[in-house]
């Protein structure tokens, strides 16, 4: 049985209550990684391979256990290169450097601005460099989210095609290697979905707004943890800069009730199948409509979504094309819906000799155009919980209920972060005593070789003691045989000159 390890929270057939998510964040604080997490799992779930979830910890202490225990670590990353997770690349180097099993790393991407200036660089740039190198110690070539992150992987010295390969966002391979977007039929009555952001831009919120003017049937899909949180117990707030996005329950996507947080992949699925439409600024958000072939168009703002759009086609306009388009109605003549479909074969057939690269087992190596999947049936036997109701829709006993255990699972959620804090203090803790007994060790081990340095040199300072007191003994037989042989010198001389003399006075 080969075991392979998949950066996760869990595993796609995990069954778990919308509280349970939220007390444990199984989803990385963005549901929205439960989307490629899904693709990933799906793709490589057969017979013979058993497939686990790392919990979303990047441990360098769990490096013995994981060179025991698995053959392969594969690693789905969405926009990690960027500062706020460089403390995650760090660890993560240091664990893939103790590791002598294959880690393959999928759909990495930069997050930047929409026109990079990716010569000047970035803070993280060390960081990405070091993380970078130690996966290719493990593994053929790293798959990157788009063009952009190849450009500034290039920057950092690594080559296309050698170190790296652009293969998209995985999430839009779950299926296989074909979509197909149903047709466009919009009346008032249309069920239609909205995503955002706390930083979208004001335009796309107020576009968004003015679809639900007149297209009452509308749901929001928030994505982030702390917003699932606000829908099932009234509070708290969010925060955003932006005054039109939705940061309490008295905002009119929440007061209304038309808001729904997906805590597993099949009811986001179901319910994206039912829509008839899906707009707004958020990539998953848009994704998972497309994969399941409900038109959509999104909202592109900077780099990640940039690279992603152009890379896969998918229906969109740039936030400041967006400030020239007054409705719905003309933005729809301005976008290909259907232009996912005309590149799916092709970035998949990418995507599987990527994988093969790598040499990672998967359900299409016999096939590239089957449907079906093992994960599949796995998935057909369970019963998934769908969205939670937002706590505004409520009323009597149901409210009562819904309080309560907003109540208890906060106070849950408040022991989990204590007790994962006080984990996090001990580890590290006892990474500086064992830093400091390093050192101590380090110190120890000089002070006994500056020792023998020095008993070395008093030996020296001895022997040049000694050699001095030589040296000026022989200086004072040398000035004295000097002295000596200058006297006998000028007394030779004298006789000599006497001698010559005479020898002249007896001549005359």
């Avoid at 990157?144 to 966002?169: M, P, S």
């Avoid at 955003?240 to 929440?254: A, G, K, N």
Wanted: charged residues 30%; contains cysteine; hydrophobic residues 35%.
């Amino acid at each position: 049985m080969k075991r392979i390890l998949i950066r996760s929270g869990m595993r796609p057939t995990d069954v778990y209550t919308s509280e349970d998510i939220y007390l444990k964040d199984r989803t990385g604080f963005n549901n929205g990684n439960l989307a490629y997490q899904y693709s990933i799992y799906r793709t490589l779930w057969q017979e013979g391979t058993e497939l686990l979830p790392d919990e979303l910890s990047f441990d360098p202490n769990r490096a013995a256990r994981y060179n025991e225990e698995f053959d392969a670590y594969v690693i789905p990353l969405a926009d990690a290169f960027r500062e706020d997770f460089r403390p995650a690349l760090r660890n993560y180097t240091k664990l893939i450097k103790q590791l002598k099993i294959p880690v393959i790393v999928t759909g990495v991407g930069l997050r930047a601005e929409f026109e990079p200036q990716l010569e000047n660089g970035f803070s993280f740039d060390e960081d990405v460099r070091e993380f970078v190198k130690a996966v290719l110690e493990k593994s053929a070539r790293l798959g990157l989210r788009g063009e952009i992150t190849g450009d500034y992987l290039k920057t950092l010295g690594f080559k296309e095609g050698e170190d790296y390969q652009v293969i998209g966002c995985p999430s839009l391979y779950t299926f296989g290697n074909e979509l197909k977007i149903r047709d466009l039929k919009l009346n008032p009555d249309s069920l239609i979905a909205i995503n955002a952001s706390p930083v979208s831009t004001e335009t796309s919120l107020n576009f968004l707004n003015k679809i639900i003017d007149t297209h009452p049937n509308y749901y929001f899909i928030p994505q982030h943890l702390d917003e699932f949180q606000m829908m099932y117990a009234g509070g708290p707030d969010i925060t955003s800069d932006r005054p039109s996005y939705p940061t309490s329950i008295q905002d009119r996507y929440y007061r209304d009730g038309r808001v729904k947080y997906f805590t597993n992949m099949p009811r986001w699925y179901d319910f994206m199948r039912q829509a008839d439409f899906s707009i707004g600024p958020r990539l998953h958000g848009n994704v998972v409509p497309t994969i399941v072939g409900t038109p959509n168009i999104s909202f592109v703002q900077d780099a990640r979504m940039r690279e992603l759009a152009a890379y896969h086609h998918l229906p969109h306009v740039t936030a400041s094309e967006l400030e020239t388009i007054p409705d719905l109605e003309t933005l729809l003549e301005k976008v290909d819906l259907k232009g996912a479909e005309h590149v799916q074969k092709r970035n998949f057939e990418t995507f599987i000799e990527f994988l093969g690269a790598n040499e990672l087992p998967h359900i299409y190596e016999a096939d590239q155009n089957r449907k079906e999947a093992p994960m599949d049936k796995e998935i057909e036997a369970l019963h998934f919980p769908k969205s939670a109701k937002p706590i505004t829709v409520l009323k009597g006993d149901k409210l009562l209920l819904r309080l309560r255990s907003a109540a208890n699972t906060l106070k849950e959620r408040h022991e989990v972060k204590v007790n994962y804090e006080n984990h996090r203090r001990d580890y590290q803790i006892r990474g500086l005593n064992g830093t400091v007994q390093k050192n101590e060790q380090a110190l120890k081990a000089a002070a006994e070789k500056n020792q023998q340095t020095m008993s070395k040199l008093q030996k020296t300072e001895q022997a040049l003691a000694a050699s001095e007191k030589t040296n000026q003994k022989l200086l004072a037989e040398i000035k004295h045989y000097r002295g000596t042989l200058n006297r006998k010198a000028v007394k030779a001389t004298l006789a000599f000159t006497d001698s010559l003399a005479k020898l002249r006075g007896s001549k005359k």
